[in-house]
Structure formats: structure tokens, C-alpha cells
């Protein structure tokens, strides 16, 4: 027997008003993680660290060892360089292949513009 079914012919048989069953609000933890991370502002983070970690294997071993990706704010790549020759060399030659390879691997949502400061 359904035990709503039951519990409904019970109250019935004592005379008790049937009180409201709660609606059932279980959910997989599958379905929570994301809305929560989204609330505690952890997704950014993540996919903060994930851009940061890839920054070597798109830009080559030269450059990353002459650079480092410090922030993501609002879909921008924040790059702190070392030299201003090669700051030159990355805004002026070399920013629309970085972006482009960025965007393919991380989508246009999550990264659009990428700004190297010296220092």
C-alpha cells in the first residue's frame, strides 16, 4: 500500500484531518554542485585556475617562461610579462592567435580579451 494512501485512511479512520504532505525536495548532489558553486562565486575560480594552468601549453615554453597569466576578471586574461620587448611582441604579433587559442579551448563566454601588463 502507498504509504501516502495509507497514512490518508488512517486520519480518515480517527476522525484527524489530513495534514499536507511536504513535497519532496531530495536532489542528487550532481544537480546541487553547480547552482551552488554559481552562488558561492566558485565557478569563476575554477575555470579561473583551468585558463592558468593552460597558459603554457598554448602559448609555448618561451613565453610562459617569460609570463604569467594572474587574473580572469569579467572574461578578461590578466598577463603579467617580464620584458617589454616581449610585451610589444604579444599585443601587437602574437594577442589573436593567443585569444583565438584560448577561445577554442575555453569558449567565448569565459575569455574575451586578453591584456599583458609589464611588470
Request: no cysteine; net charge positive.
Amino acid at each position: 500500500m502507498n504509504p501516502s494512501l495509507r497514512a490518508a485512511v488512517i486520519a480518515e479512520w480517527r476522525g484527524i484531518p489530513e495534514r499536507k504532505m511536504r513535497k519532496d525536495r531530495w536532489q542528487t548532489s550532481a544537480d546541487l554542485l553547480p547552482e551552488l558553486m554559481q552562488r558561492l562565486g566558485l565557478r569563476e575560480r575554477l575555470r579561473e585556475t583551468e585558463v592558468i594552468d593552460a597558459w603554457s601549453k598554448i602559448v609555448g615554453e618561451f613565453i610562459a617562461a617569460h609570463s604569467a597569466p594572474v587574473a580572469l576578471r569579467d572574461g578578461i586574461l590578466y598577463v603579467r610579462v617580464l620584458q617589454p620587448s616581449l610585451h610589444y611582441e604579444l599585443e601587437r604579433i602574437a594577442k589573436t592567435e593567443i585569444l583565438r587559442k584560448l577561445k577554442r579551448r575555453f569558449g567565448g563566454k569565459t575569455i574575451r580579451d586578453v591584456r599583458f601588463r609589464v611588470g
